[in-house]
């Protein structure tokens, strides 16, 4: 039982490169999400997915597209970098068997910087 | 929308010092609380968790009580190590601006102890 799992753990891009961040979890959950952290910000929600085949925006969406794959999977993606893209990102999965449950566990993180 | 509020850091310590990390939340409704951690170059993980007033969350020697009448969560440790440096989040799970289900976060507290 591998938990929350992300590919890579670090990239470096050139402004206007794309990329696409991988995330999987075993956990049998229905609901991702994609965070990103950067310093005095705290987590801030990109996108998430309730459950297989639906996609929503969070907080800041903007330069960001997401793919729910299948109930497993759910990867990130950069089209056109920006340095302002320059952060760590999360990939989250929710225990929602329970209303009251709300756990969320996450993966390592991909540290990305874009030149 | 709901909010968290917890206090900026960092906080720096000696060892064998007792912790309070204070957290306050605005939420409609009756939210769950967490407390999370994250260990440097890590993702987070749930430190501790309450999921309804009065009761108390607790792991690791860290405690919160879930006290809905100062709207509060203070995280609490009598002794800490060196061990537990790291980046708390205080958050909630409740409702945001757009009247889904989340996870509100608080901006992390940052604390370091010292030998």
């Known amino acids: 039982n591998a938990g929350v799992t992300q590919t890579p753990k670090f990239q470096v891009l050139k402004t206007g490169q794309s990329m696409t961040l991988q995330c999987a979890q075993d956990m049998n959950h229905n609901s991702m999400y994609w965070y990103r952290q950067d310093p005095g910000m705290g987590l801030r929600l990109i996108y998430y997915?309730?459950?297989?085949?639906?996609?929503d925006k969070g907080e800041v969406p903007n330069g960001y597209n997401v793919s729910r794959l299948n109930k497993r999977e759910f990867s990130l993606r950069l089209e056109s970098a920006a340095p302002s893209q320059t952060s760590v990102y999360f990939c989250?999965?929710?225990?929602?068997?329970?209303?009251?449950?709300?756990?969320?566990?996450f993966g390592p993180g991909t540290r990305l910087t874009v030149l | 929308g709901d909010s968290v509020t917890q206090m900026e850091g960092p906080v720096t310590l000696s060892e064998e010092a007792f912790l309070t990390i204070n957290c306050t939340y605005t939420a409609t409704g009756y939210p769950s609380l967490f407390w999370y951690v994250q260990y440097p170059g890590e993702g987070l993980q749930l430190l501790l968790k309450a999921t309804k007033a009065d009761d108390k969350g607790s792991n690791k020697g860290f405690e919160a009580t879930y006290r809905k009448e100062t709207t509060s969560f203070h995280l609490e440790k009598g002794s800490v190590q060196v061990s537990d440096s790291a980046v708390y989040f205080c958050a909630l799970s409740g409702w945001n601006a757009g009247n889904n289900r989340k996870l509100i976060w608080g901006l992390g507290t940052s604390l370091a102890v010292n030998p």
């Open positions: 997915s309730a459950s297989e085949g639906t996609t």
């Open positions: 989250a999965s929710r225990d929602t068997d329970s209303a009251r449950t709300d756990t969320q566990y």
